[in-house]
């Protein structure tokens, strides 16, 4: 059974920083590209970054580029995102995804799996 478990969300202050974290179980996950996307209320899924499967390319939506990074860890098999400079519009849900393919997608109706969600709130 496929699982992907988010953690490392909570309350920050404009400018602050969080890692979020996601750990996969139930599938080589070595071999499939993996992405981060966010949801804010009343909003659309977005994405916000993907890696390929061998951590050899990385794809940010422009809004965080240069701010969040994303790595990941293929034999631990977790992939993070570290978040700076955060801004009150990065508050979401944030959601760790497989579409299980090697390459990276921005379009979501690609992937299959998803995690359930860690909540991130930037706030003074």
């Known amino acids: 059974q496929v699982q992907l478990v988010e953690s490392g969300g909570g309350l920050v202050q404009p400018g602050g920083s969080l890692r979020l974290s996601c750990a996969a179980s139930?599938?080589?996950?070595?071999?499939?590209?993996m992405s981060w996307f966010r949801q804010a209320p009343g909003k659309e899924r977005e994405f916000v970054a993907g890696i390929n499967w061998n951590g050899g390319n990385t794809i940010y939506a422009d809004i965080v580029k240069g701010r969040f990074t994303i790595s990941r860890d293929r034999y631990k098999k977790t992939v993070s995102l570290q978040m700076s400079s955060l801004r009150s519009e990065d508050t979401a849900v944030y959601y760790c995804?497989?579409?299980?393919?090697?390459?990276?997608?921005?379009?979501?109706?690609?992937?299959?799996?998803w995690g359930q969600g860690t909540q991130v709130t930037v706030s003074s």
């Open positions: 995804a497989s579409s299980l393919r090697a390459s990276i997608s921005s379009a979501k109706d690609t992937y299959r799996y």
């Open positions: 139930g599938f080589s996950m070595r071999y499939y590209a």
